[in-house]
């Protein structure tokens, strides 16, 4: 008699536990006092099989508990064969917990946000994107040319959509299309926060980056490393490679370096900004590792913020003919990340140096505070 109240109340759960492994809870916590906006959050992919064993990659869909509505996500691989982590686009005000379902079902279409391509027809630039902003960095092609340049470009836009593809393919993209263009000048200088060495007081720049990888390709985060040949960094032999990922929403691509040099001790770099002649504003907080700038105005062309966040130790910030610095030590073969990037007054968002300022300080809290995921 026990046996069989047993077995019928085996198959009363039998339900719901079919139910629980066709399923999985995620709650997304914001214990600070910052409203996160379009935040892209990365989940284990290991942690949601283990809670939803039979999920199916191509059919299941991420549903915001509250609104019943479709949030959009995308498997990050980080250039590895099997899924690493699931990112989910979400906004979760101050001091709240988002909670969302990850279930079966058809997923909508997701808008592609980000983008990063090599652009061997243009001299083997490496460009890259989101909805906001977008940059490139110079290839081996152009050495040796009146081309060449050291740091990262900015190409500002106006419009969500991708453009990298339809610039190239005109052509004429230091003139603004409709869509924004490329007025920034590098040249050798570090750029918008590119990073080197900084052996004896000098910058010891690296040549341009010889190989490439694509590690993850949007929608919502693109992910891709740059290979650079070893040089000789003020009688110190160093090699780098650089792995940059840009979030759909953000102004700033999150970098990190991974430095192998021979000697043991800390190594001395800078990240640096080129500064204009005329008159903009300059913002060094060494405390919290921000370097901000606004740039002056170039007539019709509207005005680009620039701007850096160290997540390591700040020696020394300064400014000099050329450039805004910021000086940081690197272990041998062991990764520094950091966070640059830019905007412009025409987009419409940031169209000020208080605002670029604010925006800079707020990044560098949200850093500081990151959100906290369960999987249940």
Request: zero cysteines; hydrophobic letters at 40%; a positive charge.
């Amino acid at each position: 008699m026990k046996n069989t109240k047993r077995i019928s109340l085996f198959f009363l759960l039998l339900p719901l536990i079919l139910l629980s492994q066709n399923k999985a809870t995620i709650e997304i916590q914001n214990d600070s006092d910052l409203e996160r906006s379009e935040a892209i959050v990365a989940v284990k992919w290991e942690t949601v099989l283990s809670h939803f064993p039979q999920i199916d990659t191509l059919n299941f869909v991420v549903i915001n508990a509250a609104t019943k509505k479709q949030i959009p996500y995308q498997l990050e691989h980080k250039g590895l064969p099997g899924i690493q982590n699931l990112l989910v686009q979400v906004s979760v005000k101050a001091k709240t917990t988002l909670r969302v379902f990850v279930q079966k079902g058809k997923p909508n279409d997701v808008e592609v946000k980000t983008y990063a391509r090599f652009v061997p027809e243009r001299k083997d630039d490496f460009a890259w994107e989101n909805d906001k902003i977008a940059f490139r960095t110079y290839g081996k092609a152009i050495e040796n040319t009146n081309e060449d340049a050291y740091g990262f470009d900015v190409w500002v836009k106006r419009t969500d959509k991708m453009v990298i593809n339809e610039r190239y393919k005109i052509g004429n993209y230091h003139k603004d299309n409709g869509n924004g263009m490329d007025y920034y000048h590098v040249g050798h200088t570090l750029g918008a926060g590119n990073m080197a060495p900084y052996i004896k007081d000098t910058i010891r720049y690296s040549a341009n980056y010889h190989q490439w990888k694509v590690l993850d390709n949007g929608p919502l985060r693109s992910t891709f490393q740059l290979i650079y040949d070893a040089w000789n960094a003020g009688g110190i032999k160093v090699k780098v490679v650089k792995t940059i990922s840009l979030d759909a929403g953000s102004q700033l691509s999150r970098v990190e370096n991974v430095y192998t040099f021979e000697d043991n001790k800390l190594m001395p770099v800078v990240v640096g900004i080129i500064k204009r002649p005329e008159q903009g504003v300059i913002s060094l907080d060494e405390k919290r590792g921000i370097l901000g700038y606004w740039e002056p105005t170039v007539k019709e062309d509207g005005t680009t913020g620039v701007g850096s966040i160290l997540t390591t130790p700040v020696k020394n910030m300064f400014v000099n003919n050329e450039q805004i610095l910021a000086v940081t030590e690197v272990k041998n073969n062991e990764p520094i990340v950091y966070y640059t990037g830019a905007s412009w007054d025409k987009a419409g968002k940031i169209t000020n140096s208080v605002q670029w300022l604010d925006y800079l300080n707020h990044f560098s809290q949200e850093l500081k505070n990151p959100m906290l995921v369960s999987v249940k």
